[in-house]
Each structure stands twice: as C-alpha cells, then as structure tokens.
Nanobody, 126 residues
Framework: QVRLVESGGGSVQAGGSLRLSCSASGYTLEDYCMGWFRQTPGQEREGVAAIDGLGMTTYKDSVKDRFTISKDNDRSIVYLEMKMLKPDDTGIYYC????????????????????WGQGTQVTVSS
C-alpha cells in the first residue's frame, strides 16, 4: 500500500527557513518522480518542485534559488528545503508521487500524480 506522510511544517517569519520531509512507503522511491505541491484557500493546488527517479529536479519559477528538493532513496524520504520564505509561500504543502519516473517542467512530474500525502501547513508571517 502506497503511503506518503509529510512533516516539518510550521510558522516562521519572512526570511526564515523550514525543511519539509515526506516519508514514502509501499514502493521503491527511485522508480518514481516525486513532487511537492502547495495550496492556499481559494486557489488551485500548484506544483512547487519535483525530483525524478535519477535525481534531476525542476522548480516553479517563484521558488527557484530559494527552495531545494532532494531525496534519500535508502530511507525513502523526500525533502523540501525552503529558505528566504515569503508570506506568499504560505499554504498547505503536499507530497505527491508521479505516475512514472520522469520530471516535467515548472516544478512538476511528467503526467499527473498517483498518490498524495495528507499535507503539512506552512505559515509565513510578514
């Protein structure tokens, strides 16, 4: 059974940092692209960063140079390191598994997502 569990959210002031973790189970991490999404009330969920089976990454333009996605295949954990956080980064952050191994563009895996975590709240105050 595929399971994704996010952790590491919290409240920080603008300019601060957080590291989110996504613990994956029920499959082999390196066989799939993994992505981080975020959603704010009234907005559609948007892709933020993705990492493919080979470790290649893609980011949404607004988070480039501030966010870093990485993974530990042995521990089946995907990370999202977030620095220089802004109030616009506030939202619920979700971890998702792509349907295949490859990344797309703009912070997304190629194709849609096949599994989601429950989300973790990130709040950035000005």
């Amino acid at each position: 059974q595929v399971r994704l569990v996010e952790s590491g959210g919290g409240s920080v002031q603008a300019g601060g940092s957080l590291r989110l973790s996504c613990s994956a189970s029920g499959y082999t991490l390196e066989d799939y692209c993994m992505g981080w999404f975020r959603q704010t009330p009234g907005q559609e969920r948007e892709g933020v960063a993705a990492i493919d089976g080979l470790g290649m990454t893609t980011y949404k333009d607004s988070v480039k140079d501030r966010f870093t996605i990485s993974k530990d295949n042995d521990r089946s954990i995907v990370y999202l390191e977030m620095k220089m956080l802004k109030p616009d980064d506030t939202g619920i952050y979700y971890c998702a598994r792509g349907r295949g191994k490859w990344r797309g563009t703009g912070g997304l895996c190629y194709g849609d997502s096949s599994a989601w975590g429950q989300g973790t709240q990130v709040t950035v105050s000005s």
